[in-house]
């Protein structure tokens, strides 16, 4: 099973950035699969999460802000995110949503 995030790098405030998560190794929507992040010095905050019915759900404070979507041939889950902040400056991470799995995360600074 392996989960490998891409995507991130420096970025401007303002700007959007999408992520990608591409999945081996398990069978999809066997699985409920989250975005995760972490910050300097924070710990691991909750993002979104896509439901193995196709369904999301979103952190109240990301809700407008980020957009989780993808799968199906691609094995491809995604994470847009919109108007970056230097606040989102972390690493971001795709796993399972009970755990068992993650990737090895990808960074994304925002900067001017």
Not at 25 to 30: I, K, R, S
């Amino acid at each position: 099973v392996q989960l490998v995030e891409s995507g991130g790098g420096l970025v401007k405030p303002g700007e959007s950035l999408r992520l990608s998560c591409v999945l081996s190794g398990f069978t999809l929507y066997t699985f409920a699969l989250t975005w995760t992040r972490q910050a300097p010095g924070k710990g691991l905050e909750w993002l979104g999460t896509h439901y193995t019915d196709g369904s999301t759900s979103y952190k109240d404070s990301f809700m407008g802000r980020v957009e989780i979507f993808g799968l199906s041939a691609e094995k491809t889950l995604y994470l847009r995110m919109n108007n970056l902040k230097p606040e989102y400056t972390a690493v971001y991470y795709c796993g399972t949503l009970d755990g068992r799995y993650r990737g090895q995360g990808t960074q994304v600074t925002v900067s001017s």
